[in-house]
């Protein structure tokens, strides 16, 4: 149907007006009127069937609307929540970006539980579960034999035999007093088993780090000695120092003077110069040893004729200007210094400890050789200087050195210039060697 122009439906109302307010006669007759008003009648229709298809568009269009309003994600995620490493192990990836992977992997003894690799969901979760690092025991598939009880070491086990039996394995029936590695009538090391029923039979068992001990009627757990188990072991030992037993397991002490790292086995030295534990007093110097440290306050040489020393540095003398025609006071060392070492007992050798070279000052052409020696304190040939390259000399210790102990050597350089002595310096190494050798 063509929509009626304005122009048409303002000529229609004209005509009804006509209709109702002309006399007949000038009008149109009445079979005219009903004509014009069917007319207008359907145009009404017309009217009202576009405003209620429109309103139905409208009405589809609001309801599409809403329900992608509805579906419209909210401002989704972009990163995930800080993942840390988990302890004996490392993270790898330090982005958490959605779409990101952080992979994890555990120390050496340690073996992973948990996710090895996680990703940032779209959500801002991760995916997976929290990993965490274990330590590995070679237990897990038991493999003692008749009532065996499994220790673990380090990347090792053992097996604790009941009496009566024994083994790497616990295979061998023997009929022998408690091992050696059981912890006997001590109360705190002992507990009670775990006893229960199945199908009318009594099963007993003990906590980790106990075996089971004493007859089928009175059993108990007593503790396993694991210091003592892994104690003659080449393989490696439980601690780096001393194992201490406890019960149901064990754990490693250090020396006074070192620490405990969080391997749980190994020690450090603690460093107290550094760390300000030290009583030192004014004018000395702190060097920190092997379980300990020094107050050091190094003296020049003393003077002798026109010879005499000023120092310089805390470590370092120098020898006053000599009378030209004074010639010991030339062949006396020009400079001092002085050197502290602290080593472990029994250093692996040949070890290098100390270097000595030369700098010729600036404008001044520097000697054109030098020569390399031990002064003293070598008695006991522990050590020999030789040259490392044209400016260099250096101090090799040759023989291990059995701590505690305190040894010095004096080290000497000699410059020449076309042959000609010019000048010579010493260096004193006084080495610390600690207990220990760690
Ligand atoms: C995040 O999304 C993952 C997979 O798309 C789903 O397994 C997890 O349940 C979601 N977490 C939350 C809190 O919505
Ligand atoms: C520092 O203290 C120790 C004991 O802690 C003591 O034996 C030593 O004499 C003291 N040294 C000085 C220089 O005070
Ligand atoms: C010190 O030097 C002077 C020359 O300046 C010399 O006469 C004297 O013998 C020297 N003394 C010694 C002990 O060498």
Redesign the pocket.
């Known amino acids: 149907m063509a929509p009626l122009s304005p122009r048409r439906s303002f000529t229609c109302i004209g005509i009804l007006a006509c209709a109702l307010v002309l006399p007949p006669q000038t009008c149109m007759d009445k079979h005219q009127v009903v004509g014009v008003l069917r007319q207008m009648e359907k145009f009404l229709k017309g009217q009202e069937m576009r405003f209620t298809e429109g309103l139905r568009i409208m009405k589809s269009k609001l309801a599409t609307l809403q329900n992608s309003v509805s579906k419209m994600p909210q401002a989704a995620p972009t990163s995930c929540p800080p993942l840390g490493a988990p302890a004996f192990g490392t993270k790898f990836g330090s982005k958490h970006f959605v779409g990101h992977e952080v992979h994890f992997t555990c120390s050496q003894g340690y073996h992973l539980a948990g996710s090895a690799t996680r990703v940032c969901q779209d959500n801002g979760t991760w995916s997976g579960v929290s990993t965490v690092c274990k330590v590995m025991s070679q237990c897990a598939s038991n493999p003692c034999q008749n009532g065996g009880t499994c220790v673990a070491g380090l990347n090792q086990y053992r097996c604790t035999c009941p009496q009566r039996w024994s083994g790497s394995h616990c295979q061998h029936p023997t009929q022998t007093a408690p091992p050696e590695w059981s912890v006997v009538n001590d109360p705190a090391f002992s507990r009670r088993p775990r006893c229960a029923q199945v199908n009318q039979e009594q099963h007993c068992s003990c906590d980790a780090g106990f075996h089971m001990s004493g007859t089928t009627d009175s059993s108990i757990c007593q503790d396993v000695n694991e210091c003592e188990v892994y104690r003659l072991d080449r393989g490696g030992k439980l601690c780096l120092h001393e194992c201490v037993n406890v019960p149901g397991s064990y754990r490693c002490s250090c020396p006074s003077g070192y620490k405990l790292l969080p391997d749980g086995r190994s020690c450090e030295d603690v460093d107290e110069c550094l760390s300000q534990q030290h009583n030192c007093s004014r004018g000395t110097t702190c060097i920190n040893t092997g379980g300990g440290f020094q107050c050091v306050s190094p003296e020049c040489p003393r003077s002798?004729?026109?010879t005499s020393y000023v120092k310089t540095s805390p470590f370092q003398c120098e020898r006053n200007p000599c009378?030209?025609?004074?010639r010991?006071?030339h062949l006396s060392p020009k400079t001092m210094s002085f050197h502290y070492l602290s080593l472990p007992s029994n250093l692996k050798t040949p070890a290098t400890l100390f270097r000595m070279a030369t700098a010729a000052a600036p404008g001044h052409a520097g000697p054109d050789s030098l020569r390399f020696g031990i002064l003293g304190g070598n008695s006991r040939g522990f050590f020999i200087m030789q040259r490392s390259d044209r400016q260099t000399g250096e101090l090799i210790l040759v023989q291990p050195l059995r701590g505690p102990q305190e040894v010095s050597v004096d080290v000497d350089m000699s410059e020449y210039s076309e042959r000609i002595f010019q000048a010579k310096h010493v260096a004193r190494v006084h080495v610390f060697v600690s207990p220990y050798n760690f």
């Open positions: 002798h004729g026109n009378p030209m025609d004074s010991s006071c």
